[in-house]
């Protein structure tokens, strides 16, 4: 089966609030995480990445943290706004055994209440 | 860098037509990679290319579909006789020669099979 997942399908956040989507991954050799934002009728957008010899990395509102000792990924999205409602996938490669493929969990679709 | 361009956007066919979809990926990726996204799920990953060389594909690649990429710029993917199990979001995606880069995605071709 794929190696990523989601623990939530659904999120609902009120405006302003800080949000936390969840990612657990099954493969410990994955080296490269990505989150994406996909919003209806787009592709997928690029957010952050984080390779393995990290645990945390910060964007512009966002954070992602890796924890490999769990095999968790999280994205944190500061004072969430409305433009923030999307389905976010994580996906995680591992080069020695997926080749140059990204595998990408179900989604987790978040919604933010004005 | 206008990003990843696919066309057309929407593709409504009948059961047994062939259809092809191409993609312009950015201009210095020299890789490409075309997902399948259906409702609710995640993309899955179908087929890769470095340069005009196809190295990758997913067992989900069936001998009715093939994918092209001549000159190592565009890419087609075609689909022969179409079947309604083939209604899908088809993604490109493309993405620098480094290993750890993320894949830029286009907005997709939505394919309904009638």
């Known amino acids: 089966g794929e190696s990523v997942g989601l623990h939530l399908p659904t999120l609902s956040v009120q405006e302003g609030d800080n949000s936390i989507i969840n990612c657990a991954y099954s493969?410990?050799?994955?080296?490269?995480f990505i989150w994406y934002k996909q919003e209806s009728g787009k592709g997928p957008q690029f957010i952050i990445d984080?390779?393995?010899?990290?645990d945390k990395r910060q964007g512009q509102r966002v954070t992602v943290l890796l924890n490999k000792t769990v095999k968790h990924l999280s994205l944190q999205i500061a004072a969430t706004q409305p433009g923030d409602s999307a389905v976010y996938f994580c996906?995680?490669?591992?080069?020695?055994?997926?080749?140059?493929?990204?595998?990408f969990g179900p989604g987790t679709r978040l919604s933010v209440l004005p | 860098d206008t990003g990843v361009s696919q066309d057309p956007r929407h593709k409504i066919t009948k059961r047994g037509q062939n259809v092809t979809f191409r993609c312009d990926p950015i201009?210095?990726?020299?890789?490409l990679y075309w997902y399948r996204q259906t409702l609710g799920q995640g993309p899955e990953f179908l087929t890769y290319?470095?340069?005009?060389?196809?190295?990758?594909k997913s067992r989900l690649l069936s001998d009715r579909f093939s994918a092209e990429r001549p000159k190592g710029s565009f890419s087609t993917l075609e689909i022969q006789r179409t079947e309604q199990g083939d209604s899908a979001m088809y993604l490109c995606?493309?993405?620098?020669?480094?290993?750890?880069?993320?894949?830029?995605f286009g907005n997709g071709t939505r394919l309904t099979v009638t």
């Open positions: 995606a493309s993405r620098s020669g480094t290993d750890y880069s993320p894949l830029h």
């Open positions: 290319f470095q340069n005009e060389a196809q190295l990758e």
């Open positions: 984080i390779r393995s010899n990290m």
């Open positions: 201009s210095e990726h020299n890789r």
């Open positions: 996906a995680d490669s591992d080069f020695d055994n997926y080749g140059q493929n990204f595998v």
């Open positions: 493969n410990s050799a994955s080296d490269y």
